[in-house]
């Protein structure tokens, strides 16, 4: 299924689910570097993708080997108001099921400083490590080849939240935004740096996704608010968006 709201693949479960994205992400991984010399990658946080991250790390998969890792430029899509070293750090996660087991150059791992005391003032120094590696002037938007994002029960994603202030941010690539339900800060990409990237991959398993899966591929089931949730607002401008589903999440899709 297709459309406007990007084109939906549903596979059998979690398992088929962290295949199907290694595979689309050392495609488009061989085809950034053939065209540029680098593949520029943002990762999530969350169970789903640590399956996915496990997998490209695995010596006997076959995409660790075919992944140009030494010219991957890593970057996060979030973080947590949290120290690297916090168990719920979201680069902790990523170091520990994929970063310590690849050939990434440590200098092409670009973290978000949650560390400091001051969410806003690590949000503006991660803008400027975006703003370096991709060489930008002002007024120009990064174009990842692959941003890589999840979807909560309440359609959240990155750490973009319903009714958060971040929703509404058009002038930063990065931002604090305070998410009321945590009583906490989390450093997030903003709406332009996900509509400026070449390709954007959601992977979204479990049951408990179903009910808003549901909702954000049917706008008739919110027709006075067809962009309720956080995750139906990025649409790549001239992009590829891609939902890779397992069939729990799909359940209440009528095409399946």
């Known amino acids: 299924m297709s459309g406007n709201r990007g084109r939906l693949l549903v596979v059998d479960d979690a398992d088929a689910l962290a295949r199907e994205a290694a595979a689309e992400l050392t495609r488009i991984a061989k085809k950034s570097v053939a065209a540029s010399g680098r593949f520029t990658l943002a990762l999530s946080g969350g169970s789903t993708p640590r399956r996915l991250y496990a997998l490209l790390a695995d010596p006997s998969a076959p995409y660790r080997g075919a992944i140009p890792w030494e010219a991957t430029q890593i970057f996060f899509g979030d973080e947590r108001h949290v120290p690297p070293d916090d168990p719920q750090s979201n680069f902790r996660m990523a170091k520990e099921a994929l970063l310590e087991h690849v050939p990434v150059p440590p200098a092409n791992v670009h973290r ?52 958060s202030d971040a929703l509404g941010v058009r002038d930063r690539t990065v931002a604090a935004n305070w998410v009321a339900k945590f009583g906490a800060y989390r450093i997030t990409l903003t709406l332009p740096v996900f509509d400026a990237a070449s390709a954007v991959h959601f992977l979204v398993a479990g049951a408990d996704k179903a009910a808003t899966l549901s909702a954000v591929f049917d706008p008739a089931s919110s027709p006075d608010a067809p962009d309720a949730f956080p995750c139906q607002r990025i649409r790549p401008r001239s992009g590829e968006l891609l939902w890779l589903v397992d069939r729990a999440a799909a359940k209440a899709l009528p095409q399946t």
């Open 112 to 163: 978000v400083e949650a560390e400091r005391a001051d969410a806003a003032e690590a949000a503006a120094i991660y803008a400027q490590e975006i703003a370096r590696v991709f060489a930008l002037a002002p007024g120009q938007w990064p174009r990842f080849d692959l941003i890589l994002l999840g979807m909560g029960p309440d359609g959240h994603t990155a750490s973009l939240f319903p009714g």
